[in-house]
């Protein structure tokens, strides 16, 4: 399988930089397009396949799966396209101001946009709006404000697409770093800097550049530590970079990852990036490559579990009947998966578990009440 992964790495930088694929063989299609779906970065693969000599193609049946698949990953960006215009019209018509996050904002940086495959549709409205927005995606329905007052975001789904409104962006571990982060947030993207694009024929807001670089990269640091992220996660990363390196305020950067305590987990990920994507590392602020091993270890971790670690050994394992049973599992496959990750960046890690402690316990305390 390792021969796949490196012809699979080699194949997504072919498609990030137009990069040769380095092939001596013909790669064992079946296991490459295996790896491909588990990563979500099949469309990827289909954007690097013609250009390969003609004794390295897939046969006829191969290039069939990929050409729907590709197909596939074009028609939900049109369905998301025209979903996020709904959405964005309606939020309008209540003058509640919206920001995209992550989705079809980042394939925009994509040499080709509509090879980056799309999942569903985040928008930020900030908690003055937050229930106000829950109004308008159902209404009708009433809304308990006790329930959702602290929740991150409130999900939807409609007409086949995921939508989630976001009360705020992010949560970090630690009271004071999360505390400072949610001031950032707000004053970021209810701020004068957000960016206007269209996408679809839709105007839409954007984060602020210097907003995305850190959430961006923190967004999947998260997912990362609590179960496991794909390529897409981190090709993401890497062309946002490329396209805004040099836009960056990487002074204000480098103050702001000290502050919400993530400067090792953005040296890790973008020695990550360089070694394995093909990142120009001098495109990439304050990178220094002293965790080249570290980054071994996130290689490692992200082959073997798939995009949000949905194929880690860990998941197959069912979770038992019971809401205090399920929790416990729950609770012992957090446990194990951070121990793997704690070599990669301890502080980060041993900050998240106590996050996650702590909220667990609160849970049950709510249920046992």
């Not at 009360?167 to 209810?190: S, Y």
Request: positive net charge; aromatic residues 10%.
């Amino acid at each position: 399988m390792k021969a796949s992964q490196d012809i699979l790495l080699s194949l997504v930088r072919n498609a990030l930089w137009g990069t040769p694929c380095e092939l001596t063989a013909k790669p064992d299609w079946d296991k490459v397009l295996y790896l491909a779906r588990q990563q979500t970065v099949t469309g990827l693969v289909a954007e690097a396949v013609p250009g390969l000599p003609e004794e390295f193609q897939p046969d006829a049946g191969q290039k069939l799966k990929i050409h729907s698949a590709a197909m596939g990953i074009y028609r939900s960006h049109a369905l998301l396209n025209g979903k996020l215009a709904q959405v964005r019209e309606l939020m309008d018509s209540a003058d509640i101001r919206s920001v995209l996050f992550k989705g079809q904002g980042v394939a925009l940086n994509y040499p080709n946009p509509q090879s980056r495959q799309c999942g569903d549709i985040d928008l930020y409205v900030g908690e003055k709006n937050f229930l106000k927005g829950m109004d308008l995606l159902e209404p009708g329905v009433v809304h308990d404000v006790d329930m959702y007052k602290d929740m991150k975001h409130f999900t939807i789904d409609s007409d086949g697409v995921h939508v989630e409104l976001h009360r705020i962006a992010e949560m970090l571990p630690g009271r004071k770093a999360d505390r400072e982060f949610q001031k950032w947030t707000v004053e970021e993207l209810m701020g004068p800097d957000v960016r206007s694009v269209m996408i679809g024929g839709c105007e839409v807001d954007l984060p602020p550049v210097d907003f995305d670089t850190l959430y961006i990269m923190n967004h999947a640091w998260h997912h990362f530590i609590n179960g496991g992220i794909g390529l897409r996660q981190l090709c993401d990363w890497t062309m946002y970079l490329h396209r805004f390196h040099d836009r960056i305020d990487v002074a204000r950067l480098e103050s702001n990852l000290k502050r919400f305590r993530l400067t090792r987990a953005w040296q890790v990920m973008s020695c990550f990036c360089v070694k394995y994507l093909g990142f120009p590392a001098g495109e990439c602020p304050l990178h220094s490559g002293r965790y080249g091993r570290e980054a071994d270890k996130m290689l490692e971790l992200v082959f073997s579990e798939g995009n949000f670690g949905k194929f880690s050994s860990a998941r197959k394992s069912p979770r038992p009947a019971g809401h205090f049973a399920g929790k416990f599992h729950s609770f012992m496959v957090t446990n194990r998966r951070m121990l793997k990750v704690l070599p990669l960046s301890p502080a980060e890690v041993v900050r998240s578990w106590v996050f996650f402690f702590i909220r667990g316990m609160k849970n049950v305390n709510k249920r046992i009440k």
